[in-house]
């Protein structure tokens, strides 16, 4: 007896089923064990997991495509950030210096 089962979501776009796959690959979930298959116009997007995270992964799968973009806007910025500290630090002084100025103003 398998103790693995399957969970599946379809999306109309091959962006919005590449998105899911990222999703669950970054929560972890085993690359080799999810696939897309293409029916027609649509994407069904299907991994093979154990049963207890069966319900984890369907969450993931169908979680908001604009909330993992601006998780990856936000990683993004702060990997900037930590590349770029003095850089970063003289942005945020030219912007408190702006700010200050403003509300200096009378």
Do not use: C, H, W
Not at 31 to 48: H, K, P
Not at 53 to 74: M, V
Request: hydrophobic share 40%; net charge positive; aromatic share 6%.
């Amino acid at each position: 007896m398998s103790d693995s089962t399957s969970a599946s979501v379809t999306f109309s776009s091959l962006k919005a089923a590449r998105s899911a796959r990222e999703r669950l690959a970054r929560a972890g979930f085993a690359r080799n064990s999810i696939e897309i298959d293409r029916y027609g116009d649509a994407f069904d997007v299907s991994i093979n997991t154990r049963e207890e995270n069966r319900a984890r992964a369907e969450r993931i799968l169908t979680g908001s495509p604009l909330g993992n973009d601006l998780r990856q806007a936000g990683e993004q910025a702060a990997d900037f950030v930590q590349a770029n500290r003095s850089l970063a630090l003289g942005l945020a002084a030219l912007a408190g210096l702006a700010l200050f100025s403003l509300t200096n103003r009378r």
